[in-house]
């Protein structure tokens, strides 16, 4: 029989082209997925089998049993999205199927786990403990003051992470449904993210990027944009930064999604400390940045790795810089579209853009695919993109209304 590849899949947009990195005629590809997802799953799949969410590991072992029963069990099983690593793993470890389990996963989706492996590989990062309760943070707290940070140990898009500023906002945490937590020393300095390849040995290409307004804000209802930077002052500490963060978590090839918080000092120099790492392709629009501006798929390589093949390298082709822009719907998801104007001159338009038409209904879906409106820029240097970015973004007009609960969901 043919060898049985199973892919977990949740977006709907074409993020990866799994029938370019994989021969569907030379392997019975199935994928377990959301009906959202129907989309971006190639015509050539050998099966495709719902459910309702694919973060939810009784769904989607019971989806795979039935898989399994047509096309045996898979020589890998691949999950790209940041969402369903865990699920991946825990399937793969539940079948016997070679790839990460949850043990190797853990370093880089339990953020105590993540930060203790880079403080032993000798990176700096703010003052961390482990949060199993309110007492815990108290004592943090009398221990390295206030604010703090305090976030769940897994966690995507900066769900249910607090600022804390003083003891009088420990109300918020009690609030919270209780899950494993760590807390953190706050750092004011900028948050950087940086996407690129980690092949074992050496970095890969890379590229790292200054966030417009942070992930939290995002959160809470305001913009979220990204440009890369091209301050070779401050590319040149940041390689050597992502060079000793990334030997920190071994040998092993992993397409990274890391996240760092950069200052200066007084004298100058670049100060520059760890915040998150995940090993997959950054979510947003950095896939198709990366795809469309410099000629590197990163999801290739990522699918490549998880497929236990080496992953290709590419050194980026063009040195143009890339940004992108999320716009969040004014009012929580699901809800439908019913003003989207972006009032800017033709010639001044994001080169890529996805503006919802009226009557368009937004799912309750999490993450950044289905937001109010997506960008993608590209521009000789930092400054010209940035500028494009906070011009979009203050030109877009767009309104929704909460979706009748009479009406079917959004497929």
């Known amino acids: 029989m043919k060898p049985h590849i199973l892919i977990i899949h949740r977006w709907r947009d074409h993020y990866a082209g799994y029938a370019e990195y994989l021969d569907h005629d030379l392997h019975h ?57 865990d699920t991946a793993a825990e399937l793969r470890a539940r079948l016997a199927v070679a790839g990460d389990r949850p043990d190797r996963l853990a370093r880089f989706r339990d953020k105590l786990v993540m930060a203790q492996t880079v403080v032993r590989g000798g990176v700096a990062v703010p003052t961390f403990a482990d949060a199993p309760d309110t007492q815990a943070v108290v004592r943090f707290a009398d221990s390295h003051g206030w604010p703090l940070i305090v ?65 939290m804000e995002f959160a809470a209802g305001d913009v979220l944009g990204s440009v890369e930077v091209d301050d070779a002052d401050l590319l040149g500490p940041l390689g050597g930064f992502l060079a000793d963060a990334c030997a920190a978590f071994g040998d092993a090839p992993w397409v ?24 997959r392709v950054g979510g947003a629009e950095i896939p198709f940045v990366w795809r469309e501006v410099h000629g590197v ?26 940004g992108w822009l999320l716009v969040p719907t004014p009012v929580p998801a699901p809800c439908r579209i019913t003003v989207a104007e972006l009032d800017l001159p033709v010639s001044e338009w994001p080169y890529a853009r996805v503006i919802p038409a009226v009557g368009t209904e937004i799912p309750k879906a999490g993450g950044y695919e289905h937001v109010g409106a997506r960008f993608r820029f590209s521009g000789a240097a930092t400054d010209d993109v940035e500028k494009a970015i906070r011009r979009t973004a203050g030109q877009l007009w767009l309104e929704c209304v909460p979706s009748r609960s009479d009406l079917p969901p959004a497929r």
């Open 29 to 85: 590809v199935t994928y377990v997925c959301t009906e959202l997802a129907t989309a971006a799953v190639p015509a050539s799949a050998a099966a495709v089998a719902l459910v309702a969410a694919t973060d939810r590991l009784d769904l989607v072992s019971a989806a795979a049993d039935g898989l399994i029963a047509r096309f045996g069990v898979p020589e890998r099983i691949v999950a790209l999205n940041e969402g369903d690593l």
């Open 297 to 322: 798929d990163l999801m290739e390589a990522a699918i490549h790795i998880q497929l236990g093949r080496s992953p290709i390298v590419r050194q980026i082709s063009d040195q143009r810089v890339g």
């Open 256 to 279: 990274f999604h890391m996240e760092a918080f950069v200052g200066t000092e007084a004298d100058g120099t670049v100060r520059i400390n760890f915040l998150e790492a995940g090993s």
């Open 151 to 215: 976030k769940p140990r897994r966690g995507t898009a900066s769900r249910d992470v607090l600022r804390l500023n003083s003891v009088d906002d420990l109300a918020a945490l009690d609030r919270l449904p209780p899950e494993p937590r760590m807390v953190q020393t706050f750092c004011p300095d900028q948050v950087f993210h940086i996407d690129g390849l980690w092949t074992g040995t050496e970095l890969g290409p890379w590229r790292a990027s200054r966030y417009v307004n942070t992930c």
